[in-house]
Nanobody, 128 residues
Framework: QVQLEESGGGLVQAGGSLRLSCKVS????????VGWFRQAPGKERDFVGF????????VHADSVKGRFTVSRDNANYAVYLQMDSLKPEDTAVYYC?????????????????????WGQGTQVTVSS
């Protein structure tokens, strides 16, 4: 069992910044990668970014590339999502998720099915 807890969401004006945190606990040694996803009402849960604990650069969705940055703190099993230049279109519930799978390519980590455990989500609202 792996537990994840997101924090840092809130209300921000367009152009502003937020930093989301994801704390991973439980059987942390089984976690290979952590992803960030977001979901607006009536829409699919979409990939935002992911990072492996073992190394390598984070991967970001085209929609957030250059504005959002995923980073990690291995010592504390924490993953962060720094969000800058926020737009109203970024409004959604943001989730972090842990994957125990070790795929040889990054493409698989863009899909929700790759992840075993999910946090409860944190609301991000960007006003225009």
């Amino acid at each position: 069992q792996v537990q994840l807890e997101e924090s840092g969401g809130g209300l921000v004006q367009a152009g502003g910044s937020l930093r989301l945190s994801c704390k991973v606990s439980g059987r942390t040694f089984t976690s290979h990668a952590v992803g960030w996803f977001r979901q607006a009402p009536g829409k699919e849960r979409d990939f935002v970014g992911f990072i492996r604990w073992s190394g390598g650069d984070a991967v970001h969705a085209d929609s957030v590339k250059g504005r959002f940055t995923v980073s990690r703190d291995n010592a504390n099993y924490a993953v962060y999502l720094q969000m800058d230049s926020l737009k109203p279109e970024d409004t959604a519930v943001y989730y972090c998720a842990s994957s125990s799978l070790k795929y040889p390519v990054t493409n698989y980590y863009l899909a929700t099915r790759t992840y075993d455990y999910w946090g409860q989500g944190t609301q991000v609202t960007v006003s225009s």
